[in-house]
């Protein structure tokens, strides 16, 4: 969506600090022997109290409130009461929500107690990029471009980018136009930035793989080529300086 109106901008703050402040307090609740049901089940609470819907629910019946992700999972993991967390898990966290018809969206990945698997390095490398992707977007500048950097600064970390997962734009629905914010040179991409657009950025930061695939519960993701997957996600308000965070309150870059 475009902000045209002083409204539309409170109302989208509304609804990314709501998502923004569930997946902060999902990521402190979250610990070693609990299940990711159960730490859906408490996301769900929270987003009841601020009355607002799950997006994936909403949008795409998908059987939960939250996707948590976990280990060699890289997206759209179910919460199951047969997942249960243990320290040093690779956890990925994606919390989207509606509130009165406005839409945000945001994710963090992050080790669960001690960094026993030696996950912390994949994980700052995707905060890291995020913020340098962020810090570059604004009026005008090309997707593709964006995408370049991302791919560029993960390939100095020694990782690689996931090519059929991408970033988008949201706001009125959980994916507007441009559909498509990937994290590689999109050579065919020639679409660029637009002062005033929501865009939800996102980093998909692999050890392994370059490409995710579906497994046969017809959501969870993995890599085609095995390992572990890194995401960050933040919505924001493109400018022509620099871009508003809409849901910076989630805490990822402290």
């Known amino acids: 969506m475009s902000i045209t109106r ?5 109302e989208m703050k509304k609804v990314s600090n709501v998502v923004a402040f569930t997946l902060k307090e999902m990521k402190n609740f979250a610990r070693p022997g609990i299940t ?3 730490l859906d089940d408490f996301g769900a609470s929270i987003l009841k ?7 994936p629910n909403k949008t795409y019946k998908f059987p939960g409130w939250t996707c948590i992700s ?15 967390l243990t320290e040093g898990d690779l956890v990925n966290i994606d919390v989207s929500a509606e509130l009165n018809g406005f839409w945000s969206d945001n994710g963090a990945s992050f080790v669960l107690g001690e960094d026993k698997n030696g996950h ?3 994980i700052d490398a995707s905060k890291q990029i995020l913020h340098k992707a962020i810090y570059n977007i604004k009026g005008g500048v090309l997707i593709s471009d964006i995408g370049f950097l991302i791919e560029t600064e993960a390939k100095k970390c020694g990782y690689r980018v996931i090519k059929n997962l991408t970033g988008h ?3 009125r629905s959980l994916h507007e136009e441009p559909f498509e914010i990937a994290n590689f040179k999109d050579r065919f991409n020639r679409t660029r930035f637009k002062k005033n ?15 995710a695939v579906t497994l046969n519960d017809g959501w969870t993701m993995v890599g ?13 308000v493109v400018t022509d300086n620099k871009p508003i965070i809409l849901t910076d309150k989630n805490g990822i870059w402290n």
């Open 197 to 211: 657009s929501v865009v939800a950025i996102e980093t998909f930061i692999s050890t392994h793989s370059n490409y």
């Open 169 to 171: 734009g949201i706001g």
């Open 224 to 236: 085609n080529k095995g390992g572990y997957m890194a995401q960050h996600e933040h919505t924001i």
């Open 36 to 38: 990711t049901k159960h």
């Open 120 to 122: 912390q390095k994949l």
């Open 6 to 10: 002083e409204s539309d901008l409170i």
């Open 70 to 84: 976990i280990n060699n999972e890289f997206c759209h993991g179910i919460p199951s009461d047969k997942k249960e």
């Open 49 to 55: 109290d601020f009355g607002a819907n799950s997006a």
